[in-house]
């Protein structure tokens, strides 16, 4: 169905249908002109937001819309569990091209009903509007959490321990496989079978927020500092040493990459390190512990979120700078790569 025939509010009626009913919080939601809260006592309020840019950020040709839809709101929510909170509630802005239909329209909602839904989060309004060329869809997002237990970028310090929950490059390389297929649509003997990179295919479309690990870690009360790997490890690592002013050490060899991610590096021409560095929305927690934290706290934190952690590195001063440790104890510059969205 094409948007013209029902309209920007006809639009908004169907979409609404799709969210699930709200908790006691929202005591106004979407079809006013503001969405109303009651917030709780004794917390602090997050706020964060996120745009996804076609051609930027995704593209139709291999995201299909419900994919979009989830990665969006799940950008937004792994924001939230960075700082050791939940998530509250969101609104949603989309601007539409005129090729997109209703129920194109109506998946990117499920998408993002999907995703909210597994992390407790409501969609309580926000905005729809007629795009000249590419598809936009925007989410900001609030949350809360204990004073007590907030964790930020800023808090590492020299000595601390870097470790990382899951595992790394394996969205990158999901995307780049994606990619491949895409380009190679005719001949269908071109790529391996989907077996063979489906559990990194599915890590780039559906990126699961990591919430509950979040919640454990900052209850250990050792953590100093964390962030999402949004960016690459590389690069998010260098955005909390430059707001803790300190400098920091990985070793290559205990860096986490599983065997589809290494394979696909294989097959792509790369390294699995590159992916892991540099590649991007993985979506795991980056953070720091302190040194002489309690072996098992950080085991037991993982067990209850069903979630490895490793152990990678340590905070150095920050004259030191960011360095790479490889197998033979040979020290290099950390080189920072990832995308940037103004120098490519």
Same mark, same amino acid.
């Given at each position: 169905m094409e948007?013209?025939?029902?309209?920007?509010?006809?639009?908004?009626?169907? +979409? *609404?249908? +799709?969210?699930p009913a709200f908790g006691q919080p929202v005591v106004v939601g979407p079809g006013d002109d503001a969405a109303a809260v009651r917030p709780a006592a004794g917390t602090l309020t997050l706020l964060t937001a996120d745009v996804l840019v076609e051609h930027v950020h995704f593209d139709r040709g291999i995201h299909d819309y419900e994919d979009i839809g989830w990665r969006a709101m799940a950008a937004n929510i792994s924001d939230i569990a960075a700082m050791g909170g939940r998530p509250g509630h969101a609104l949603v802005s989309i601007c539409l091209p005129d090729d997109v239909t209703v129920e194109q329209v109506e998946e /990117?909602?499920?998408g993002m009903a999907g995703v909210a839904g597994e992390c407790g989060c409501d969609i309580i309004g926000g905005d729809t509007v007629a795009s000249p060329r590419d598809l936009v869809v925007s989410v900001a997002l609030t949350g809360e959490v204990a004073e007590e237990h907030m964790v =930020?970028? #800023?808090? @590492?310090?020299?000595?601390? !321990?870097?470790?990382? =929950?899951?595992?790394?490059?394996?969205? *990158? @390389?999901?995307? @780049?496989?994606?990619?491949? +297929?895409?380009?190679k =649509?005719?001949?269908t003997g071109a790529l391996p079978p989907a077996e063979r990179w489906d559990r990194i295919r599915r890590r780039h479309l559906r990126p699961h927020p990591r919430l509950r690990a979040a919640q454990e870690l900052v209850r250990t009360g050792c953590v100093h500092s964390m962030i999402d &790997?949004?960016?690459? +490890? @590389?690069?998010?690592?260098?955005?909390? =040493?430059?707001?803790?002013g300190v400098g920091a050490q990985i070793? !290559?060899? #205990?860096? $986490? /990459?599983?065997?589809?991610t290494r394979w696909a590096a294989e097959y792509l021409g790369t390294t699995a390190l590159a992916l892991a560095l540099s590649g991007g929305e993985d979506f795991e927690l980056l953070f720091t512990v302190a040194a002489d934290a309690a072996p098992g706290v950080l085991d037991q934190a993982a067990r209850k979120a069903g979630l490895n952690v490793t152990l990678i590195g340590r &905070?150095?001063?920050? #004259? *030191?700078?960011?360095?790479?440790?490889? $197998?033979?104890?040979e020290e290099k510059p950390l080189i920072i790569g990832g995308f940037n969205h103004f120098s490519g």
């Open positions: 948007l013209s025939r029902i309209g920007e509010f006809g639009l908004i009626d169907r +979409l *609404q249908k +799709l969210l /990117i909602y499920r =930020t970028r #800023k808090g @590492a310090r020299v000595g601390d !321990r870097i470790a990382v =929950t899951g595992q790394l490059g394996g969205s *990158q @390389a999901g995307l @780049a496989m994606l990619r491949l +297929l895409h380009e =649509t005719l001949d &790997v949004s960016d690459g +490890l @590389a690069g998010d690592l260098k955005h909390i =040493t430059d707001r803790s070793e !290559r060899e #205990k860096i $986490p /990459i599983d065997d589809q &905070v150095q001063p920050r #004259k *030191q700078g960011l360095t790479i440790l490889g $197998p033979s104890g």
